[in-house]
């Protein structure tokens, strides 16, 4: 299925040995608080569904939730003194606070990314001259590699932070109104790293106080990298069902996995799982995260989605064609992991013809909405290994 580039094999001894005693090294954290409180002060850069779920979680438990819209559309009926309405798995009206801009966001000592990653650089951008060695700064969930270009970027300026990354979201949330939103399922667990992997155990501290004991630490970025199903299943489920999308009809996305839906997902699946493989990393499948995020077991995707969608689990799915589906999902998550399997030797047939599918069907090279990629020039496997484990410096 995939050949392994003998760069990789060259370098991942050293690199991994390397990852492990950086891990154990006794290199002092920055002078970000050293010591977890019982409530945080958290600002959380975006407004949509996921983002004022995230400020629900933590006002119920305690913390203290900024939210900062960059357009100031999503928060401005809160900043007029609308409370946040929330059902679901959180029940209750909250209220956040509003940030006008990033330097208010950054009085926060805790900053959360939570908006589409295509609005990544853009936030990162007006936050970077605001972060300072107190930070840590979260990115959920982490696409494109945008926590090596805050790294970057922060290097420029003699800092490093802890740079944590998830591979999915903690909660799913649709938005009911502009001042309400439903909350179907807090996950168990969730996988993270940090950039670098030495602040690792800190950070981990971080998210725990703010999230609950959820999260299983990974051994770099890359992982989380690969372990981000969104992109892969979204694009499968969207390209089937594409038609009702732009009909803008009403479609349960569960109950529209069909056994050939389901095929598509599992063979995509089969492609991440050779491009993990082939950089020496074990990432769970597309059954097994399932059965994480959900408490759903099955032999087939299809299989677990008709269960899922007979339990009353079906969000509907897009309506309309511009949808973060493919907007976000295929030029920040399709694109990278194409340009990993290609940096080590792994053929991607669907991966390749998804996007270039979809781009037809668009009109548009979502390779070059991609403004990440690019400022990082990642080419060497070896570089990109060394990287994740340190980020820059």
């Known amino acids: 299925m995939f050949r392994q580039s003998a760069n990789i094999a060259r370098f991942r001894p ?15 954290i920055p002078n970000i608080s050293q010591k977890v409180g019982n409530s945080m002060q958290v600002g ?60 208010e966001l950054a009085k926060c000592d805790v900053i959360v990314l939570a908006l589409p990653a295509n ?14 060695a107190r930070h840590c700064v979260i990115i959920s969930s982490h696409l494109s590699f945008a926590a090596l270009y805050l790294s970057k970027k922060l290097a420029e300026r003699n800092i490093q932070i802890p740079i944590v990354v998830w591979n999915t979201t903690i909660l799913t949330s649709k938005a ?31 998210c725990e106080q703010l ?7 990974k051994d770099d970025i890359l992982t989380i990298t690969l372990s981000n199903l969104n992109p892969q299943n979204h694009m499968g489920i969207a390209l089937c069902n594409l038609t009702r999308m732009e009909h803008g009809e009403i479609w349960g996305q569960r109950s529209n996995v069909t056994p050939a839906v389901g095929r598509l997902l599992e063979a995509l699946d089969q492609e991440r799982q050779s491009i993990a493989a082939a950089f020496g990393k074990s990432v769970r499948t597309v059954l097994e995260h399932y059965a994480l995020s959900f408490g759903v077991s099955g032999d087939s995707v299809a299989g677990i989605a008709q269960t899922l969608a007979e339990q009353g689990k079906d969000p509907l799915g897009p309506r309309d064609i511009s949808t973060r589906y493919i907007l976000e999902d295929v030029p920040f998550g399709l694109v990278p992991t194409v340009r990993l399997a290609q940096m080590c030797g792994v053929v991607t047939p669907l991966y390749k013809s998804g996007i270039e599918i979809l781009g037809a069907c668009y009109g548009r090279d979502f390779s070059a909405d991609n403004d990440l990629l690019s400022e990082l020039g990642l080419t060497c496997t070896a570089e990109l290994i060394k990287l994740g484990v340190n980020g820059y410096a």
């Open 14 to 28: 050293a690199i991994l040995s390397r990852s492990v005693d950086i891990l154990h090294s006794a290199i002092d």
């Open 44 to 103: 959380i850069a975006g407004a949509g569904a996921i983002a004022l779920g995230y400020a629900a979680f933590l006002l119920r438990n305690g913390h203290s939730a900024s939210v900062w819209s960059p357009s100031g559309n999503r928060t401005a009926a809160f900043a007029d003194g609308e409370p946040l309405k929330v059902t679901g798995a959180i029940e209750g009206s909250f209220s956040p606070e509003v940030c006008n801009d990033a330097e």
């Open 176 to 206: 009911q109104s502009s001042t309400e939103i439903k909350v179907g399922v807090i996950r168990a667990k969730v996988d993270m790293a940090v950039v670098p992997v030495r602040f690792g155990k800190h950070a981990q501290a971080i």
């Open 119 to 132: 609005g990544h650089r853009y936030v990162l951008d007006a936050l970077l001259r605001h972060i300072e």
């Open 211 to 217: 999230f609950g004991d959820k999260f299983i630490v």
